[in-house]
């Protein structure tokens, strides 16, 4: 039997934690995680740290990761899940026609959907955060909430489908109950009783 897809939304200067810390943990619970980005290439992943005495963040290259995807080629039904990464690149790729289209998809099929620090501003520029509760970085407040979302200050944030955190510091946080809803969809699915 394949494993299931699900979707991990990357970018030039995605932060590297914010992605690599949900892929393994994909692997780990028997899913297959497909890096989708603009087009098939290499993206430089970066890392981002408030370093002391800065009041703003400062910004290292970390890995290189794959895109195993182009937002074009997406069929959005071939997949059980969404995570969109943080780091810069969702202020770019957000305006993305097909990124959208694919947003929607799992907001309107009720896929368990993960959003953690920038990531938010994919959500929001798709019209799909009104009314919904959701952690992200303190700086990000402002896209969630002009988007008719709602802010909470706390490391994971459940609103239904959609599971979300602030920054990588919360990767232990709220990546554990996306995959809990993951896990209980393909249950559900596949017929099983669900086990916790």
Same mark, same amino acid.
């Given at each position: 039997?394949?494993?299931?897809?699900?979707?991990?939304?990357?970018?030039?200067?995605?932060?590297?934690?914010?992605?690599?810390?949900?892929?393994?943990?994909?692997?780990?619970?028997?899913?297959?995680?497909?890096?989708?980005?603009?087009?098939?290439?290499?993206?430089?992943?970066?890392?981002?740290?408030?370093k002391p005495g800065w009041t703003i963040t400062k910004e290292w290259?970390?890995?290189? &990761?794959?895109?195993?995807?182009?937002?074009?080629?997406?069929?959005?039904?071939?997949?059980?899940?969404? &995570?969109?990464?943080?780091?810069?690149?969702?202020?770019?790729?957000?305006?993305?026609?097909?990124?959208?289209?694919?947003?929607?998809?799992?907001?309107?099929?009720?896929?368990?959907?993960?959003?953690?620090?920038?990531?938010?501003?994919?959500?929001?520029?798709?019209?799909?955060?009104?009314?919904?509760?959701?952690?992200?970085?303190?700086?990000?407040?402002?896209?969630?909430?002009?988007?008719?979302?709602?802010?909470?200050?706390?490391?994971?944030?459940?609103?239904?489908? &959609?599971?979300?955190?602030?920054?990588?510091?919360?990767?232990?946080?709220?990546?554990?109950?996306?995959?809990?809803? &993951?896990?209980?969809?393909?249950?559900?699915?596949?017929?099983?009783?669900?086990?916790?």
């Amino acid at each position: 039997m394949s494993k299931e897809k699900v979707l991990i939304v990357i970018g030039d200067a995605t932060e590297t934690l914010d992605t690599m810390y949900p892929y393994y943990r994909l692997i780990e619970a028997g899913f297959q995680p497909v890096v989708a980005a603009p087009e098939r290439r290499l993206y430089q992943l970066v890392m981002h740290e408030v370093k002391p005495g800065w009041t703003i963040t400062k910004e290292w290259e970390g890995y290189t &990761l794959q895109a195993d995807v182009a937002f074009s080629e997406i069929d959005p039904q071939d997949y059980a899940g969404i &995570l969109f990464s943080g780091g810069r690149a969702p202020e770019y790729i957000r305006y993305d026609e097909d990124l959208v289209r694919v947003t929607k998809h799992f907001f309107a099929q009720n896929k368990p959907v993960a959003s953690v620090c920038h990531g938010v501003e994919i959500p929001a520029y798709a019209d799909c955060v009104r009314g919904r509760r959701m952690a992200t970085v303190e700086k990000c407040r402002f896209d969630l909430e002009v988007c008719g979302g709602i802010f909470v200050n706390e490391p994971c944030v459940v609103d239904g489908n &959609l599971v979300s955190g602030r920054t990588f510091h919360d990767n232990g946080h709220y990546v554990g109950p996306w995959i809990d809803q &993951l896990q209980k969809a393909r249950a559900e699915r596949s017929g099983e009783v669900p086990v916790g």
